[in-house]
């Protein structure tokens, strides 16, 4: 890949297709790129969230006297002192913005403080007494189903039905499996964080790190009970996202002590905080049938998958859909049952993370696929090529695919590419690295294969849009959307959009804020095609006034939606999603069976992408997001017990470092243009992490010869 | 207990005034000093984001109490640039696509500098042992190397 991603510099013309350095590189590289948490106003207080240390518990009181005595506090508030709604939600309003009666996690928001001093506001939260009456928490999604209501809207977020095909159709070999993943966090590295400043009419300017403003606006307006016109949101810099700053986290008690105070409020978690203020992966337990014929050819799947959202719904209903919808992974699937579940839970609230469902479905179906292959006597890339997917074929969903499909030629360039070198001689070349734990003559490599898909945009007849608008003047184009940056490169792409429509590469990138329509989410590998397709149709639209023989001031604003998809009906069938994109991996591993570690060798794929837009971000984003698949395969999980997070700090959970981290080699980016999708780009951020975890589960079984049913795998999941 | 003391940071001297005894030198720096480049993403040493110089030595500054840096020449990412122009190492993480998000690149920055001052032309390994301690959740580390060794041949070849 040296070749394609070669830097062409911040001097060469920003073309579509090449490797055009981010803009925002050379401010990120000084120290001087702005986060949420470096947000600054001379008179600012700094804002302490309260937080329940239970899982679940009655409130019997809480009193703020002791805090209001500490010398620099400027507020303290609870439950009452929200004007407006008291719960919010993304999807459902289920979370209070203070708990007054109920605490249904670890971590739950009771109060928040105002102070002088970070510190100060640290010991004022402390002093917040607060009597609990401790119950007994729920913390098993199986037993949730059938337990007295945690909320007044029950503990099933969501039940998924698809039938698909025939109900009698059986195949004559049989492999069965139950499958678990456990809790991953994000863990993007800059904490949640941001100011809100109250404003002379009575409003609040919120800047906030986040994947969503206008979203997130609705919310907090509502909850502030002020009209939409008086809540202004900014995207402040973004330190990583992934899924967790799609949810509300400080927005709405930032914004509360801000109008309370009348001064600007600062907030940043601390990591701790971070680990138990946003949303998390489900934990998955899945139970799967695959029957197929003696050819190999798949002809039925059966599955039943049980998801746990934890506390509050967040977008746990979107994730049990895509969860069903690829959970016979990319392979034509003639008849199918599958029947999910995600419930409400004692634990962490679960939500958005890169994969959204696809992940921990695909992990248990290419177990599943390994497992048929074995008993077929079939090798497991051809069992995967005998079922691939490809353009006509019907999704479980009924849904026929008419865009791209390139599922065999990802599998093919995935599989050709050369295998790496055995291990050195280096000790950091072993499993357990400088620990000089592992006896070279233990140590078993392993290879191991698998194929990932899922929708791109949002899905089920969501009305998914985005604005975006380009002015010409003087030369210089400005262009404004709402789209949040998040380090996707989005900044990069607007430049080239520009460079490739109006030929201009005096190029401003307008304050991102709601002054402007939604942009969207910044999920769901969306922003290249719904932001870029935006801010292409806008500068399009100048262009034609050009045409046109327009002078001087020229500005267009235009709403760009996707092709409209449709809501899934009682048998889970229907056009319910857009577009879709495929990737493979294979995973190199030495293991030493003993001892139960593993290192990651070599990690190869291929991806099916459309077009490539810029070489450099694209192949940033596959070796981003396969890490992160390596990461849940043999090392991330958030520990729970009892609904206490038992490992909240990076000392405990731990993500991979650069001495964990795998050669990744990208064997190939399959271009095959996409229909309706700007410049034929499919999104590539999330492919990554639905094939690289179930690759790295694949290798460590091939080592070793166990049958690891459950992610992270653990040292003594290997030599126990 | 509040007092005042004079850090000697990036080759300037900065009296901090009234400040708590037990501000950490990253929260100094950030929240006094008006020098936001060092980050703080845990807190507690583990993640590398806040490294910066203390007489030459990387460290993780939410680790050191700012009034223990007394008499010591501290350095940040902010001193990286000289007039304006990037380093070897800032100008290849730019050019190489080794910055996503950006949290953890002032703190990487830092060390790889350091790494290149004391192992000019370092191995792979070398480099993947010198930046361990810096996590970065966006990249997978892949450009952020790739960098590193453009910036090693960049540096040797201009005796930078």
């Known amino acids: 890949m040296t070749e394609t991603v070669a830097p062409v510099g911040t001097s060469a013309p920003p073309r579509i297709g090449t490797s055009v350095p981010r803009p925002d590189g050379v401010p990120k590289v000084r120290g001087r790129f702005a986060f949420g948490s470096d947000l600054w106003a001379d008179d600012a207080l700094f804002g302490r969230t309260v937080r329940s240390p239970h899982a679940a518990a009655r409130i019997r009181s809480v009193d703020i006297g002791p805090a209001l005595t500490v010398p620099g506090v400027y507020a303290v508030l609870v439950a009452d002192d929200v004007p407006g709604e008291s ?75 698809i039938r698909h095909g025939d109900g009698q159709a059986h195949g004559e070999v049989v492999v069965e499996g139950i499958y678990e993943v456990g809790m991953q966090d994000q863990a993007f590295m800059g904490p949640e964080s941001g100011m809100a400043i109250p404003t002379e009419d009575g409003g609040i300017d919120l800047f906030v790190s986040t994947q969503w403003l206008h979203s997130d606006r609705d919310q907090v307006a ?46 940043s978690y601390t990591r701790v905080e971070s680990f138990v203020g946003h949303v998390h992966r489900h934990p998955a337990r899945m139970h799967y049938r695959h029957e197929a014929d003696r050819a190999g050819r798949l002809v039925r799947v059966d599955a039943r998958l049980l998801f746990d959202g934890g506390a509050y719904q967040s977008s746990s209903a979107a994730v049990l859909g895509n969860a069903s919808c690829f959970a016979a992974g990319p392979y034509l699937v003639p008849n199918a049952v599958i029947d999910g579940k995600v419930v409400r839970t004692n634990n962490p609230p679960c939500g958005a993370m890169r994969g959204f469902g696809a992940v921990q479905t695909g992990f248990a179906v290419e177990a599943q696929m390994d497992k048929l292959a074995a008993a077929l006597d079939l090798d497991p890339v051809e069992l995967r090529l005998r079922n691939a997917l490809k353009p006509g074929d019907e999704l479980l969903t009924g849904q026929v695919i008419t865009g791209t499909a390139p599922v065999a030629e990802v599998i093919r360039a995935c599989a050709d590419h050369p295998l790496p070198p055995p291990a050195g001689e280096d000790v950091l070349d072993r499993p357990g690295g400088a620990g000089l734990t592992a006896d070279p003559g233990d140590v078993r490599r392993g290879v191991g294969f698998a194929v990932g898909f899922k929708n791109l945009m949002f899905s089920e007849g969501f009305d998914d849009y985005s604005t975006a ?38 190029v401003v990138l307008a304050p991102v804020d709601t002054d402007i329509g939604s ?32 002078t001087g001031f020229i500005e267009e604003e235009v709403t760009f939606r996707h092709a409209a998809t449709a809501p899934l009906d009682g048998d889970g069938q229907g056009d319910a999603h857009v577009s879709f994109a ?65 490992n909240p700090t990076f000392t405990d959970y731990l993500i991979p470092t650069a001495l964990d981290a795998p050669e990744v080699r990208v064997a190939a980016l399959i271009e095959e243009p996409e229909p309706g999708a700007p410049f034929g780009a499919k999104g590539v951020g999330e492919p990554p992490t639905l ?27 290997i030599c126990l | 207990m509040n007092l005042r003391y ?39 040493g583990e993640c590398g984001s806040c490294s910066v110089k203390v007489d030459g030595t990387l460290v993780c500054s939410c680790l050191v109490l700012a009034a223990s840096a007394v008499g010591s020449a501290v350095e940040t990412v902010e001193a990286q640039e000289h007039d304006g122009a990037l380093s070897a190492v800032q100008a290849a993480f730019v050019d190489e696509g080794a910055v996503q998000c950006g949290f953890c690149t002032p703190g990487l920055v830092m060390a790889v500098d350091d790494l290149l001052d004391r192992s000019p032309t370092p ?21 952020v190397i790739a960098a590193i060794r453009v910036a090693a041949r960049q540096r040797s070849d201009t005796g930078d």
């Open chain 2, 123 to 143: 191995t792979d390994l070398e480099i993947r042992e010198a930046i361990s301690g810096n996590l970065c959740r966006c990249t997978g580390y892949g450009r």
């Open chain 1, 87 to 161: 719960h919010y939600g993304l999807d459902r309003a289920d979370q209070p913005v203070f708990a007054s009666e109920v605490i249904r996690y670890q971590g739950e928001a009771v109060a928040a403080v105002a102070a002088d001093h970070p510190e100060t506001a640290r010991r004022a939260a402390a002093a917040v007494e607060v009597d609990y009456d401790l119950l007994e928490p729920v913390v098993d999604a199986e037993a949730a189903v059938s337990a007295e209501p945690l909320h007044p809207f029950g503990n099933v977020f969501r039940e998924m039905v």
């Open chain 1, 519 to 550: 942009a969207g989410s910044t999920s769901a590998s969306r922003q290249t095609w719904m932001s870029g397709g935006a801010v292409q149709a806008a500068c399009e639209a100048v262009k034609r006034r050009i045409d046109e023989g327009a």
């Open chain 1, 469 to 506: 608008s380009c002015r010409l003047e003087n030369g210089v184009v400005t262009v404004k959307s709402a789209c949040a940056e998040v380090g996707q490169g989005f900044v990069t792409l607007v430049r080239q959009i520009v460079h490739e429509v109006l030929g201009v590469d005096d």
């Open chain 1, 222 to 267: 509502a909850c502030l009970g002020l009209p939409l016109e008086k809540v202004r949101l900014t995207l402040a810099g973004v330190g990583g996202a992934f899924g967790a700053r799609e949810d509300l986290s400080l927005h709405v008690h930032a914004s509360l002590l801000a109008l309370h105070t009348g001064r600007p409020v600062r907030m």
């Open chain 2, 6 to 44: 004079a850090l000697l940071v990036n080759g300037a001297v900065h009296e901090v005034e009234d400040a708590w005894l037990g501000e950490s030198l990253l929260n100094v720096l950030r929240d006094r000093l008006d020098l936001p480049g060092t980050k703080n993403a845990c807190e507690e």
């Open chain 1, 582 to 646: 495929f990737a493979a991996h294979r995973a190199v591993v030495d293991v030493d069976p003993e001892l139960g570690l593993v290192r990651v060798v070599d990690m190869t794929t291929a991806q099916d992408v459309g077009r490539v837009l810029n070489p450099l971000q694209v192949v940033g984003q596959i070796e981003g997001g396969t890490l992160q698949g390596v990461g849940l395969a043999v090392m991330e999980e958030m520990k729970l017990s009892g609904g206490q997070v038992l």
């Open chain 1, 691 to 717: 094939s690289s975890t179930p690759a790295v589960a694949a290798a460590i079984r091939a080592a070793t010869g166990r049958e690891l049913p459950r992610v992270p795998i653990r040292p003594e999941d």
